[in-house]
């Protein structure tokens, strides 16, 4: 039986081609998992027997300053027999600026410096593992460790080593020829010299000799890889596409995962931006990525877990004041919304209470109230009380609310919350207040086997948040007295503070798919300002865009 070369070794289970697209009609980003290349031989390397270079255009100069900026786009799809599938589709941006020069290896090199989303959460986009970039004598070389450098492209022999700029293209170190083609996805398009890696086992085969389909195995893998080189510029982008799928046991299932890359702008096209992109890390304050005013900043909340710990900004926060809080005759008076941090023991100095008839237990219940607080509430409204001791995990402290005067009442009491939810040790509290009444706020600790329990109290109305976790920080100088204006786009909160940490101003996402949020200030002193980006679960959008600038002072 003679069977064509091409699929003898589908035919034993895999088959390996090195494809190199020739002509302007190869390359091309995007494609489904569908899409096949035509090309079916790896044209040999030459060696460069003459001075002149096997691809022109690639000898000029980089210099400090100049960027490169790339749009990325991450696809994935899985099915299997008897459920719904999934997939997921995520975009973002990041741009390369070369630093200061240095010599490696007696060249002259450029650290490259990141901003943006260099990194999604697969693990294709491999660009961020080097961090210097030399191009000279037609050939651009690239630095992993800032010591030694690796030729990943060479014009002059018209090669590309399988490392890649991007991503290590199959995994392989070999060396491929570059050939001519072109870059057509919605970052880029145009001319382009590529190398592209291609495999598929387990496929299928209609043979006219025996009259039969013949296939490898009842499961089905395809992969395509490209990167793309352009005259004049470097490194212009990337396609991946894998696939897989399998019949095996009557039982049906799939994946796929598609990553495109293009070059939106560059210096070296004469390309301007007009906008920032985030830098990582500045998941804190003291981390805060410094611009200018005013600005535009493009970010996001990618893998923000990889960056570092994101800390917790209080409102209003104040200090329990011990031991005079010990009573309802001297409750600690705080003003709203607020976020009061304590502690409190089950030996530390009560006050002695009974409520009658106290409803969670059909019968008077008895307690030792440690800590009092209160306030005067200034317009009818729902109020919003949360005990946190979730760092106490055998504790168990109680929440209670009165009002004391001609018409003494408990009000509201939440005191098993955090045994119904057993993993939580949280006590929360809604109700309404009345314009001008007075409320005491009563904390016990009910069970802390002697030991000192750190608590956080937050009470605000109307669901207004007195704790915030913002993933992002930014900072700003103010140069003369003058409001802050913040607009950001995406479902993303946001918080100013001052450079003392305090909370200036903040504005929140009002529903679920708000996806425009603004925040303007009262006119503020100069001085440094840190503008905090607040990542809600329930918007879809991991990217937010914000505009940031100073608003004018009234006159009369």
């Known amino acids: 039986m003679k069977m064509k070369a091409k699929y003898q070794f589908a035919v034993m289970g895999t088959s390996l081609l090195l494809i190199l697209l020739a002509g302007c009609g190869g390359g091309g980003g995007g494609g489904g998992s569908s899409e096949t290349d035509s090309t079916e031989d790896n044209p040999p390397i030459t060696e460069n027997t003459d001075n002149a270079p096997q691809i022109s255009g690639f000898d000029f100069e980089i210099a400090e300053g100049d960027f490169w900026q790339y749009g990325w786009r991450y696809k994935t799809s899985s099915y299997?027999?008897?459920?719904?599938?999934?997939?997921s589709d995520t975009s973002g941006e990041f741009r390369i600026t070369l630093g200061s020069p240095e010599t490696i290896a007696g060249a002259t090199a450029y650290p490259m410096l990141f901003s943006g989303q260099a990194q999604n959460n697969s693990d294709l986009l491999e660009v961020t593992r080097w961090t210097h970039i030399a191009i000279a004598g037609n050939k651009i070389s690239v630095s992993a460790d800032g010591v030694s450098l690796q030729e990943i492209f060479d014009a002059q022999d018209g090669t590309m080593l399988g490392t890649g700029f991007f991503s290590k293209i199959s995994g392989s170190d070999s060396l491929f020829s570059a050939t001519s083609g072109s870059l057509n996805n919605e970052f880029f398009s145009g001319a382009a010299y590529q190398v592209s890696v291609s495999r598929s086992e387990g496929q299928c085969e209609y043979f006219p000799e025996v009259g039969q389909t013949i296939c490898g195995s009842d499961t089905q893998t395809n992969f395509q890889e490209r990167e793309y080189y352009q005259a004049n510029t470097g490194p212009v982008g990337l396609y991946y596409h894998s696939s897989f799928s399998s019949d095996g046991g009557g039982f049906s299932s799939g994946s796929s995962k598609t990553l495109d890359i293009g070059m939106i702008a560059s210096s070296l096209r004469s390309d301007t931006v007009d906008y920032l992109l985030e830098t990582e890390p500045n998941n804190?304050?003291?981390q805060a990525y410094s611009i200018t005013l005013p600005s535009t900043v493009k970010g996001g909340f990618y893998q923000e877990s990889d960056h570092g710990a994101t800390e917790t900004v209080t409102l209003r926060a104040v200090a329990e004041i011990e031991p005079d809080n010990s009573s309802n005759a001297s409750p600690q008076s705080v003003s709203l919304p607020t976020y009061v941090s304590a502690d409190i023991s089950d030996s530390d100095q009560g006050q002695q209470f009974t409520i009658t008839d106290f409803p969670s237990a059909g019968s008077d219940h008895v307690m030792s109230v440690e800590d009092w607080f209160y306030f005067e509430a200034q317009e009818s409204a729902q109020l919003d009380i949360e005990l946190d001791f979730t760092n106490a995990e055998n504790a168990d402290l109680d929440l209670y609310v009165f009002v004391f005067g001609s018409n003494s009442r408990l009000v509201a009491s939440s005191i098993n919350d955090n045994l119904e939810t057993d993993t939580e040790n949280l006590e929360n509290i809604s109700f309404f207040v009345d314009p001008g009444e007075a409320y005491w706020i009563a904390v016990d600790a009910w069970a802390t086997n002697g030991d000192s329990?750190?608590?956080?109290?937050?009470?605000?109305?109307?669901?207004?948040?007195?704790k915030f976790e913002p993933s992002d920080w930014y900072q700003v100088e103010l140069e003369s007295q003058s409001p802050i204006t913040v607009n950001a786009t995406g479902g993303a909160g946001l918080?100013?503070?001052d450079d003392s940490g305090d909370i200036v101003a903040y504005d929140l996402p009002t529903s679920c798919c708000d996806d425009v949020?603004?925040?303007?200030?009262?006119?503020?002193?100069?001085?440094?300002?840190?503008?905090?980006?607040i990542y809600y679960n329930a918007h879809s959008s991991f990217t937010y865009e914000l505009t940031v600038g100073t608003g004018t002072i009234a006159t009369n």
């Open 80 to 87: 299997a027999q008897g459920s719904s599938g999934s997939s």
């Open 284 to 286: 804190v304050q003291a």
């Open 453 to 466: 329990v750190n608590y956080g109290l937050s009470i605000a109305s109307n669901n207004a948040a007195t």
């Open 495 to 497: 918080l100013l503070t």
């Open 517 to 533: 949020t603004n925040m303007t200030t009262g006119v503020l002193e100069p001085g440094s300002y840190r503008i905090g980006v």
